[in-house]
């Protein structure tokens, strides 16, 4: 068995030296056919003898067992996105920020990298073990890809070399080269399988197979730009010397980076890879700039969206130029007309597009628009689609200009034009079948009643057989009822009859949120049950009560005032309180009351390690406080997280009571 064993460690360290020349140097030293050789034989000896496969063996990337789903798991530290700039006045402004903040320095040096169009993703390593792999989710959850990231030849299953923290978080782009994906969709042509709109595309479907033996097949490759050490060290002072040294640990980086101590050698680099990026055999869609000192990095902190000591200057995206056929005029839930151009299909960037929003009347009456126009069409940030100009010297004689409707496309009843004209809606509520279907659907969504199972589908389904003609019909639903739909079946017609039936059960703030009233979210719901508690005084409230809540104004109270003056939806509301298990506003505190937080106006800023921003909000609320966004006389309470910012120096001019979040999982503590 020694033998064995010495025989397995030799192949084993062969094989990571060779894919350490190769995915972390960029220099191969061996053909694929050899190394696929040498892979092979460790598999086999590791397949006849299991008791000696190790977690960091290179086998380990080949792909393991089925996953079940992908489980959510909560970053260590959030991963925010980047502020960005398409000009070299908005990177100006970015770093007018920053040197406003350290005046009395003279230089400061800018690392730039080249901005790859892949996935974000988390890498956790301890003691030098690939332990913990995530997608960026929504920057504080993510899923779970650990053993899809373990098949990525480039990602080190275990790092190598001297001061590997104990544990460290590594950051970077997984992404598919163009030659790959060019044979990845050559294949799934001739397998008759999906095919791939661009390389960041399938790059991302890679990443979430359920068969980790897929991802291993598909040439994943990664680059490292970030990192977060969990215990402070004086080891690295800079961003760049920080990517440099991580080569050696076997971490692999893009070549391409550079300190720049000037905006003119930051613009240099920029137009550099602007006309060389189509050359690489990855997509390129900008740079990124970041403060290079990681002492300066630490000062300047974080906002909710995106870390202050950095910038993504993106390139233009691409454009094309297409044929106008139509627009028509769609109508949202709340009633709101939005224009949408239909032309013939053009491909950018390997996505196929045949129609782009015009967002509303303002929009549409500026790019002046005829039937058959030649228009400039461009995918915004490389992802939504947009006219950004109409090539009028082609256009053709006596076309007809295309205008606004006045009545609804859909119900036929007067639009009603809201101030300055930019939005316009129709009134007509459940009457028009447009506002009808979308109502429905949301009512049921997760911004509603969270009735997951009841899809648009299965609810435009039951709107055209008629079988529902308004809410409350849902809830007097039959299984033989919805047994008369296509593909639903007696199992199925049961599944959803208790699906309606838990949703049944809600809170004050769903329910307001899931009636629709326009201009109120989940927010403006919270801030309503908040101060009503019961839907009854909501319905009975007068204009100027709902002025005087802190947070909505004239606007929202006047659309909300109306809502409840039309008796249909006032009855309507009634009858599904009848019906539904609304449950009153903190009613699960009534008590158990915090006096400092209870009816307390709280403002949070900062990272909190035990919480989600959104998660310690929802506690807050559930504890009867109010919640804001912004610092001011009014507020009595702010608690604060790591990497605070503004908030926190206006709180301390104020002298507002503070609270950490250590004092807070006391207070919690001593609740329970």
Sequence with gaps: MKKIQYQINKLREKILKYDYFYHTLDKPIISDPEYDYLLNQLYNLELK???????????????????????????????????????????LKFENRIKKVFITDSKIDFCCELKIDGIAVSLIYEEGILIRAATRGDGYFGENITQNVKTIKSIPLKLKGLNIPKRLEIRGEVFMLKSDFSDLNIQSCSDKKKYFSNPRNAAAGSLRQIDSKITAK???????????????????????????????????????????????????????????????????????????????????????????????????????????????????????????????????????????????????????????????????????????????????????????????????????????????????????????????????????????????????????KKIVLNLIDFFYLKEDQLKTIENIGKKKSAKIIKIIYLSKRTTINRFICAIGIFSVGEVIAEKLSNYFHIVNNLINSSKEELESIDGIGSVVAHNIFNYFSIPENKRLVEELTEVLNILPYNQNIINDKIPSIFNKNIVITGIFRNYSRNELQEILINLGARVSNKVSKKTELLIFGEKFGRKFLEANKLNIKMMNEEDFILLMKNMN
Aim: glycine share 6%; with cysteine; hydrophobic share 40%.
């Design 49 to 91: 003898y299991k008791e000696l496969i190790t977690p960091d063996s290179p086998t380990q990337k080949i792909g393991s067992n089925l996953l079940d789903k992908f489980k959510k798991i909560r970053h260590f530290f959030p991963m925010l996105s980047l502020e960005n700039t398409f000009d070299l006045n908005g990177y």
């Design 218 to 464: 598909r040439k994943l490759m990664f680059f490292c730009h970030g990192f977060n050490f969990f215990k402070e060290t004086k080891f690295f002072k800079t961003h760049y010397e920080t990517l440099i040294h991580f080569k050696n640990w076997g971490i692999p980086i893009n070549k391409e980076i550079l300190i720049c101590s000037s905006h003119l050698e930051i613009f240099n680099f920029y137009k550099k890879f602007e006309k060389n990026r189509l050359l690489f055999n990855f997509d390129v869609d900008g740079i990124v700039i970041k403060v290079n000192s990681l002492y300066y990095q630490k000062k300047l902190g974080s906002n909710n969206k995106s870390p202050r000591w950095a910038i993504a200057f993106k390139y233009f995206p691409k454009e094309e130029i297409t044929k106008l056929n139509d627009v028509k005029f769609e109508v949202g839930r709340t009633g709101v007309i939005t224009p949408v151009a239909y032309f013939n299909p053009v491909c950018i960037s390997g996505v196929i597009i045949k129609k782009a929003s015009l967002y509303n009347r303002q929009v549409m009456n500026k790019l002046n628009l005829h039937f058959n126009d030649y228009i400039t069409i461009q995918r915004s940030g490389d992802v939504i689609p947009k006219i950004i100009n109409v090539i009028k010297n082609k256009r053709l004689k006596n076309t007809k200009k295309i205008v606004f409707p006045i009545y609804c496309p859909v119900c036929n009843s007067k639009l009603l034009i809201h101030e300055k004209g930019k939005t316009i809606r129709c009134l007509a509520g459940l009457m028009c079948n447009a506002q009808k279907k979308k109502l429905f659907c949301h009512f049921f969504s997760k911004y509603g009643l969270n009735a997951n199972g009841l899809g648009p589908k299965i609810i435009n389904k039951l709107i055209q």
